[in-house]
């Protein structure tokens, strides 16, 4: 089956920076739900489109079209007394961008002392990635799948 709108992609993917070093690999599969659902990056769901089970694809993206340009002012630093949780190094929790009050998924980058950085920006925004992928698996996506705009099952969203 030819990955078309509305079908289920089943694949392994590897993402690379600019000089060619191992960003992301997958250890299982994934899935997603093809057809502008904004499951996957749009080129590299652009440059599935159409092939089949055992089709490989590579992509090389700008910021962009990958994770978005590297946006200085998403850097803070505050006070350890503002987390109402202990703080270490990696934690990720949601907050406000206090510019736009959109909702960001933030890291803890740093702890020294009572100061604490935080990074609003995806780890690989500012970087040019190559985007590697093999079609595992191509199937129809069942009704509930359309509805819910996603991929239930094995290598999907569970409810």
Partial sequence: MQITKNSVVT????????EGKLLDKTEEPIAYLHGGYD????????????KTNGDAVEVTMEPDDAFGDYEPELVRTED?????MPVELGLMFEGEDEATGEVLLFRVTEVDGS????????PFAGMKIVFKAKVVDVREASE??????HVHGPHGHHH
């Fill in 11 to 18: 694949l392994h993917y590897e993402m690379f920076n600019a």
């Fill in 39 to 50: 499951n996957i990056l749009p080129l590299v769901e652009e440059a599935l489109h159409g």
């Fill in 80 to 84: 350890k007394s503002v987390f109402p």
């Fill in 115 to 122: 100061n604490v950085t935080v990074d609003g920006n995806h």
């Fill in 144 to 149: 509930e799948e359309l509805d819910h705009g």
